[in-house]
């Protein structure tokens, strides 16, 4: 049983979310795994639709928090509040999506990419998560896979116009860094 706990403890693990709340659940995982019963009836009675339901209203309540910050320009505070939410709702492709977006304007661009892949991971039907992602590796001159994402945005999207001008803006990038890389090489252009 020791085993399955670390198991989950493991595959869980994300360090965007790591927390005391997190740190005391794996504690209480362990604990049970050991056999300590005073832990687990705790444990067994916080796993209620009751709990659930607040840890809810409290995730939604610290999303639009982050969302006021966000809107204010406040990204870092945003950020920290989309991650206590998530501390609350790990499965919540919206959250990790709007984590993605702050970390995309803090220019943490590897964060902001983890992001909007565990966003699509949660939901893959969830188009801004593509539109996150897609942004992220543009960030990080990844313009071919930016490329993909709006693309397929594309194929799914009622707005296609939106959809078309990224493309079209993602294919102009692709040709700046193409010509780039050719003139820094001597390739092409005036001798």
């Known amino acids: 049983m020791l085993e399955v706990a670390v198991h989950i403890c493991t595959f869980s693990y994300d360090p965007h979310v790591v927390s005391s709340r997190t740190m005391a659940a794996t504690e209480e995982i362990t604990n049970l795994a050991l056999g300590d019963s ?14 659930f339901n607040e840890a809810s209203a409290e995730a939604d309540r610290l ?32 959250l990790y999506a709007n984590r993605s977006i702050a970390n995309l304007r803090l220019e943490n661009f590897g964060y902001a990419l983890s992001d909007a892949n565990r966003a ?38 009622q707005n ?8 079209a803006e993602e294919k102009q990038e692709i040709a700046e860094a193409k010509f780039a890389a050719d003139a820094s090489l001597g390739v092409g252009g005036p001798q």
């Open 120 to 157: 699509i991971e949660c939901d893959r039907t969830y188009l801004k998560a593509y539109y996150r992602r897609a942004a992220a590796h543009m960030a990080l001159g990844k313009y071919k896979l930016a490329l993909k994402d709006y693309e397929r945005v594309y194929k799914v999207s």
């Open 63 to 94: 999303k639009a928090e982050a969302n006021t910050f966000f809107k204010a320009e406040k990204y870092a505070p945003a950020a920290d509040l989309y991650t206590q939410a998530l501390e609350l709702r790990p499965d919540n492709a919206v």
């Open 38 to 51: 005073s832990v687990g009836a705790a444990a067994v009675t916080n796993n209620t639709p009751t709990a």
């Open 160 to 167: 296609k116009f939106e959809a078309c001008y990224c493309i």
